[in-house]
T-cell receptor, first 113, second 115 residues
Framework: EAGVAQSPRYKIIEKRQSVAFWCNPISGHATLYWYQQILGQGPKLLIQFQNNGVVDDSQLPKDRFSAERLKGVDSTLKIQPAKLEDSAVYLC???????????FGPGTRLTVL | AQSVTQPDIHITVSEGASLELRCNYSYGATPYLFWYVQSPGQGLQLLLKYFSGDTLVQGIKGFEAEFKRSQSSFNLRKPSVHWSDAAEYFCAVVPTTDSWGKFQFGAGTQVVVTP
């Protein structure tokens, strides 16, 4: 079974630029999550999708972050414009059943200069 | 406030020695409990989980965890560590009362294994 795919693996941008990350979950997984992991901290949930609907985006900075999951499969997370404090690893995860195991992708390491 | 705490930021252990990582939670009802491991440059991998039943849970890579309701704890243990166990370990909880299963992660414990 293929795992969660993410791209790119690394991205370096300057502040005020835009960036987008892509995630393809495990086939058949209805729930998809985006996390932000700042160095030295645990992952923090940004947004959770159930199929193509948003069920929790309470911690998503909506003035600069946006995410979509068209057709209920893959997803993109965008930051526009980026700030220095957005430097982090962005993890995508998926699960087949709510409140059960989440499978994580390798993450995208973003550096904002 | 609901929270999950990993009191140890960093632990150094000798290869072959035992390892115990602590996790405490603060929730009204016992949540679902998980331990994940993250190797450098990798995503998180599930070691084990507890939903109900037997309070001693066996996981992959020789890890086990014990749920103690009276202490609101879910500590991870391994009898004899290998150099490949050097990684960061995260405890995670999901409130059973949360319809959408929002995971909350602890800050992590970095494990260093010395020869």
């Amino acid at each position: 079974e293929a795992g969660v795919a993410q791209s790119p693996r690394y991205k370096i941008i300057e502040k005020r630029q835009s960036v987008a990350f892509w995630c393809n979950p495990i086939s058949g997984h209805a729930t998809l999550y985006w996390y932000q992991q700042i160095l030295g901290q645990g992952p923090k949930l940004l947004i959770q999708f159930q199929n193509n609907g948003v069920v929790d985006d309470s911690q998503l900075p909506k003035d600069r972050f946006s995410a979509e999951r068209l057709k209920g499969v893959d997803s993109t997370l965008k930051i526009q414009p980026a700030k220095l404090e957005d430097s982090a690893v962005y993890l995508c995860a998926s699960s087949s059943v709510i409140r059960n195991e989440q499978f994580f992708g390798p993450g995208t390491r973003l550096t904002v200069l | 406030a609901q929270s999950v705490t990993q009191p140890d930021i960093h632990i150094t252990v000798s290869e072959g020695a035992s390892l115990e990582l602590r996790c405490n939670y603060s929730y009204g009802a016992t949540p679902y409990l998980f331990w994940y491991v993250q190797s450098p440059g990798q995503g998180l991998q599930l070691l084990l989980k507890y939903f109900s039943g037997d309070t001693l849970v066996q996981g992959i890579k020789g890890f086990e965890a014990e749920f103690k309701r009276s202490q609101s704890s879910f500590n991870l243990r391994k009898p004899s560590v290998h150099w490949s166990d050097a990684a960061e370990y995260f405890c995670a909880v999901v409130p059973t009362t949360d319809s959408w299963g929002k995971f909350q992660f602890g800050a992590g414990t970095q494990v260093v294994v010395t020869p």
